[in-house]
């Protein structure tokens, strides 16, 4: 059974409500819910409204993820991708942009700037212990395991 996510929206909009844009489409687009077009400079972060939250059930939680054509096209991404809106949060749900391209970016009312996933969480419960249990890798870090 698919879960329920419910939308409300923050201010009055012409947007239509985010939705999955193909049959078979993980993501569920989410667009720039802006009173007037906004550029991006080279290296410039932004938080840009949607105009919506959200409530996703509890045992889930909602992934924000880039675009890949903007990615690729004009290097829009994502600061903290993906970041994760919890179950309990009810605020408006921001998209934390960014360019990483070398020309300004302009993001227009209504475009589509992210997608946001649903997926189920699950919840470790945490204990202290004095060791940990031997691995073959051990300790190494980043780059241990080869190129």
Do not use: C, W
């Not at 932004?46 to 509890?58: F, Y």
């Not at 934390?96 to 209504?110: A, R």
């Amino acid at each position: 059974m698919n879960p329920t996510v419910k939308i409300a929206r923050i201010r009055k909009s012409a947007l239509p409500l985010p939705a999955y844009q193909s049959e078979h489409a993980a993501g569920i687009d989410l667009m720039a819910d802006i009173g007037a077009s906004i550029e991006m400079a080279p290296r410039e972060r932004r938080a840009v409204p949607t105009g919506i939250a959200i409530e996703i059930p509890i045992g889930y939680e909602g992934q924000v993820r880039p675009r890949s054509g903007r990615a690729l096209k004009e290097g829009l991404a994502l600061i903290n991708s993906p970041g994760t809106i919890d179950a309990d949060y009810r605020g408006e749900v921001k998209v934390l942009l960014v360019n990483l391209g070398d020309q300004p970016i302009v993001i227009k009312p209504g475009d589509r700037i992210a997608q946001l996933i649903i997926a189920p969480v699950i919840r470790a419960d945490i204990v202290e212990v004095d060791e940990l249990a031997p691995s073959t890798r051990g300790p190494g870090g980043f780059g241990h395991t080869g190129r």
